[in-house]
């Protein structure tokens, strides 16, 4: 790094609260973010920041690296005493995972950089990057129906079928039957492991239920956890030594599972087995892959040398295997939310679930830090309930779907307990996300950086800058009021570009105190829009307006 790099930038958090900010000074020795967890984990830095003195997304010069591996690592940045900056990254091995005889070599995996002018430029190289490679998605990315927050464990196919119905009704182009399907499945306490379809809660096995998603115009997607076991389950049962075992037994539970050691090839050959059995006979084109424990105790049996390596390199092994046999299978990377992101699982997962929070105050600061790394289009972004599950925070149906519009957009919230005003509003938002998806989906993400951190400006400007969408949040209540003037990056300064506030759930409440611009929209030139801006509506806290601007020339 040049000398200019004084401060350094990197992300920690936890579950469902990932990707959180830390800045500090780029002082003598060492700073080192490391993962051991057979992941990166939810804690993971994702990048590894330096740049001048108070960059921002717009101004300061910033590099970055990023290790392509979703395994044990560490990212470094080192201040010497001669005064040369480096930022390292590269794999963190345990004893014995690598053991070279004379004359043999060892290729590491990818290190990638970026930098730029503030971190919109930086991260727009890493987005060029990914939409640049031919397995990228290519076609428009499906409105997701989840089941999780909807039904839980609680599998019916009446209930289901209904579900699916008035999803379709509402827009969704695909439906994802979340964790409870399989044998024994009621609650998160054992039967992984176990792929088979439980037929106790499913007779007629899962072929009505897909059929039916299929007729409704959706495709079907399903969840599975292939790297984990119960041991509450008829395959551990039938191989413990199938089981990760540093020497002492399968250690400690997390969730109440344990890792399956795909290092043994029985192991491995039994999930993609049943996966692809699954998948063919189902129509599948879908998987939620998660990834619920870390891989700690990851002894390969009967020895117990070190197993995280290999099941890493395993688990690319079988994704890939997956999508040859299944040609357009789709997967999304998730590990309680947004424990495996990195562009190695991004070689062969489409899509990955930035956390398992759909509270639209977190969800905004989770997904605009994912994004210095992973394109809109690749990160799923869902309505969730009013009250949040996780936080049980209470937000307006608006807010929640606003922050849900600018990525892959999903619903995981009961739909069949939902009122009509609502059930319009959700399909309103839907065809709203439709109609915007392809600029969503290539243009380049944009933030002001605002001098009050009460407020939030980010948005997404199309490649020829001829029209944008941007969203204006208030997050906490603000020291001073009115908000003043927000300016819009990323347009063309000798274009005129007429903005507008758009509401496509529900209009303004009556005697709302609205800028006279965002009753009637307003044409500015670029120039005008980047330097001085409009005048910002007043809104609560946890509250947002989104703006279309259009430029007025073809």
């Known amino acids: 790094m040049p000398s200019d790099a004084t401060e350094i930038l990197d992300l920690t958090g936890r579950w469902s609260l990932e990707r959180v900010p830390q800045r500090r000074p780029f002082r003598v020795g060492e700073w080192v973010r490391a993962s051991r ?36 690592q560490v990212l470094a940045a080192e201040l010497t005493p001669a005064g040369t900056r480096h930022l390292a990254a590269g794999e963190l091995l345990l004893p014995g995972e690598v053991v070279l005889a004379q004359g043999e070599e060892f290729r590491g995996r990818w290190q990638y950089g970026s930098w730029g002018s503030g971190l919109d430029e930086l991260a ?6 990914l939409r640049s490679r031919p397995r990228h998605p290519r076609t428009p990315r499906p409105v997701v129906l989840n089941t999780w927050e909807a039904v839980y464990f609680q599998h019916d196919l009446d209930t289901l079928l ?7 009704e509402l827009g969704a182009e695909r439906f994802v ?30 072929q009505p239920l897909a059929e039916r998603v299929r007729v409704l115009g959706m495709d079907f997607g399903l969840w599975f956890e292939p790297e984990m076991v119960s041991l509450d389950s008829d395959l551990a049962r039938r191989h413990p030594e199938w089981i990760f075992d540093a020497g002492h037994g399968p250690g400690l539970p997390s969730r109440y599972q344990h890792v399956l050691d795909l290092g043994h090839p029985g192991a491995y050959d039994h999930v993609f087995e049943r996966m692809s059995e699954l998948i063919g006979s189902l129509g599948i084109a879908y998987i939620k892959w998660d990834h619920n424990r870390y891989l700690l105790d990851a002894g390969h049996a009967p020895g117990g040398r070190p197993g995280v ?9 079988l994704m890939e295997r997956l999508k040859a046999a299944h040609p357009g299978l789709e997967i999304e990377s998730c590990a309680s939310g947004g424990g495996r992101i990195d562009l190695g699982v991004l070689e062969y997962a489409d899509r990955v679930w930035p956390s398992d929070c759909n509270d639209p105050h977190e969800r905004l600061e989770i997904q605009r830090w994912t994004g210095l790394l992973v394109p809109p289009e690749m990160q799923g972004t869902h309505i969730g309930a009013a009250e949040s599950h996780t936080t049980h925070r209470a937000h307006p149906l608006d807010y929640r779907a606003e922050k849900a519009l600018w990525g892959h957009l999903g619903i995981e919230t009961n739909l069949l307990t939902a009122d009509d005003e609502t059930l319009a509003a959700l399909a309103r938002w839907v065809a709203f996300h439709k109609e915007h998806r392809a600029l969503l989906h290539t243009g380049r993400v944009v933030h002001a950086d605002l001098p009050d951190a009460a407020y939030r400006l980010e948005g997404v400007v199309s490649g020829d800058r001829s029209q944008a969408l941007y969203a204006f949040s208030v997050v906490e209540r603000p020291a001073t009021w009115p908000p003043g003037r927000i300016r819009l990056p990323g347009l063309d300064d000798t274009r005129d570009y007429t903005v507008e506030a758009v509401h496509p759930g529900s209009a303004p409440a009556a005697g709302a105190v609205l800028p006279p611009w965002q009753r009637a929209g307003v044409t500015l030139p670029g120039r005008v829009l980047r330097l001085a801006g409009v005048e910002a509506p007043s809104l609560d806290v946890d509250r947002s307006v989104v703006l279309r601007v259009v430029s007025t020339a073809p």
Not at 162 to 168: H, I, M, S, T
Request: without cysteine; hydrophobic residues 40%; charged residues 25%.
């Open 37 to 72: 967890g057979g992941k990166p984990g939810l804690e993971h830095t994702l990048l590894l920041v330096a740049g001048e003195q108070g960059f921002g997304f717009g101004d300061g010069l910033v590099w970055a690296t990023h290790l392509a591996w979703s395994g044990n």
């Open 124 to 129: 727009a190289r890493f987005h060029r990057h």
């Open 162 to 168: 209904r579900l699916a119905e008035r999803g379709a």
């Open 177 to 206: 039957l979340d964790d409870g399907w399989f044998l024994g499945r009621r609650d998160d306490t054992s039967s992984l492991g176990d792929w088979t379809v439980d037929p106790a809660v499913w007779p007629k096995g899962l």
């Open 309 to 317: 390596r290999t099941q890493v390199e395993q688990v690319y092994r």
